[in-house]
C-alpha cells in the first residue's frame, strides 16, 4: 500500500499498522518542518497528519484545523457515493449519514503563545474504513465506518493522498483571500445548532472560536 503520487510540497511518511501519525509527525516537526506527511498502513482506518509553518499568530493560525476538516470533507465528497451525507459536528468531528466516523486533531508547540507566530503546528485525521473486529452493525448506533455507508473498498492510502491534496487548495486559498470562504464552507456543514430556531451562528476568524447568538446572549465555544 503505497501514497498516489503528491504535490512536491509533501514529504510522505508511512507508518505500519498501529502507528499514530499524529504522535510521529510532532516528534519531528522540529527536525522536518512544513511538508512531512505522516500516514498510517491500515486496512481498518485512514490516518495521517502534515506539518505546516503558519505565517500568522497562533490564535488565527488555529483555524487550520477547520482547513484540515473541511479538506477531509471534501476528499469523501470526491471519493464516496453520491448520496453520503458529510457534515462536522464541533470542533472537529467527522459525521457520515448521521454517525461519526472520524475526527481531527491539532497539535500546537509547547508553551507556544496565543499572539506569537509558532514554529509549526500539525493537523491530522482518523477515520474509521471498516468496524473493528468483533463489532457488528447496530452495536454502537452512532457510529459507522465507509464500508457501511456504501464506500467502494475504501483506501487510507488514498484517503490520505486526497486529503493532503484538498487541504493544499484549502490553504492557499486562506493565504491569498482571506478566512472567509473557509468560514462559510464549515458552517454550510456544521451540525451544531442547525435546527435551533432563532440561532445564529458564526466563527470568530481571530481565534476560531464558534459564535453562537440566541435570545440577544453570546457565546464562543473555543476550536481547539
Known amino acids: 500500500m503505497e ?3 503528491l504535490p512536491s510540497v509533501f514529504a510522505p511518511l508511512a507508518l505500519r499498522e498501529g ?3 499524529m504522535a ?5 516537526a522540529p527536525e522536518r518542518g512544513a511538508g ?3 500516514w498510517v498502513r491500515s486496512a481498518a482506518r485512514a490516518e495521517a497528519a502534515v506539518v505546516l509553518e503558519p505565517d500568522m499568530p497562533l490564535a488565527e493560525a488555529r483555524l487550520a484545523l477547520l482547513a484540515a476538516a473541511n479538506a477531509l470533507a471534501d476528499a469523501l465528497v470526491v471519493l464516496g457515493p453520491p448520496e453520503a451525507v458529510i457534515a462536522l459536528r464541533w470542533p472537529a468531528e467527522l459525521l457520515l449519514n448521521g454517525g461519526r466516523v472520524g ?4 497539535a500546537t508547540p509547547p508553551g507556544a503563545a496565543e499572539s506569537a507566530v509558532p514554529d509549526w503546528l500539525v493537523v491530522g485525521f482518523e477515520l474509521a474504513l471498516a468496524l473493528p ?3 457488528e452493525p447496530g452495536d454502537a448506533p452512532d457510529r ?8 467502494e473498498e475504501p483506501s487510507g492510502a488514498e484517503i490520505a493522498a486526497a486529503w493532503a491534496r484538498h487541504l493544499m487548495v484549502g490553504l492557499d486559498r486562506w493565504q491569498s483571500s482571506g478566512p472567509r470562504r473557509l468560514v462559510e464552507d464549515c458552517l454550510a456543514r456544521l451540525e451544531d445548532g442547525r435546527a435551533e430556531a432563532g440561532l445564529r451562528r458564526g466563527i470568530d476568524p481571530q481565534s ?3 459564535v453562537l447568538e440566541r435570545d440577544g446572549r453570546r457565546e464562543l465555544v473555543p476550536l481547539a
Do not use: K, N, Q, Y
Request: some cysteine; charged content about 20%; proline content about 3%.
Open 208 to 210: 476560531g472560536a464558534l
Open 36 to 38: 512531512l506527511l505522516a
Open 133 to 135: 473486529s468483533g463489532i
Open 24 to 28: 510521529r509527525a510532532v516528534a519531528l
Open 19 to 21: 502507528g499514530d501519525a
Open 103 to 106: 475526527g481531527l486533531r491539532l
Open 3 to 5: 501514497l498516489p503520487d
Open 144 to 151: 459507522t465506518c465507509l464500508e457501511e455507508e456504501g464506500f
